[in-house]
């Protein structure tokens, strides 16, 4: 069974960083993409970035040049270190584990973890 558990969301001034994690367990991360996804209030999920199993990063316009998708294999970890906090960027933040980072359906979700950036 393929598990995710995200964390690492908190309160943060506008400016400043955080770092999401997601333990994935039940599968190796040499075989599966994750995405990170995040859903603001009244508005739909949206993706953010990916990490594909071969280790290739994808990003979306909106933390491109901020965010930086990372993974640790021997942790089965896959981490989103998020700078220059907006708070635009409020949301609850999801990573979901699918074979490939584009066309291709979504396997598992986490749980998700709240970012909040406000002063």
């Known amino acids: 069974q393929l598990q995710l558990v995200e964390s690492g969301g908190d309160l943060v001034q506008p400016g400043g960083s955080l770092r999401l994690s997601c333990v994935v367990s039940g599968f190796s991360l040499d075989y599966y993409a994750i995405g990170w996804f995040r859903q603001a209030p009244g508005k739909d999920r949206e993706g953010v970035s990916c990490i594909s199993s071969g280790g290739s990063t994808f990003y979306e316009d909106s933390g491109l040049g901020r965010f930086t998708v990372s993974r640790d294999n021997a942790k089965n970890t896959v981490y989103l270190q998020m700078n220059s906090l907006k708070p635009e960027d409020t949301a609850v933040y999801y990573c979901?584990?699918?074979?490939?980072?584009?066309?291709?359906?979504?396997?598992?979700w986490g749980q998700g973890t709240q970012v909040t950036v406000s002063s």
């Open positions: 979901a584990a699918a074979r490939r980072c584009s066309n291709a359906p979504i396997d598992s």
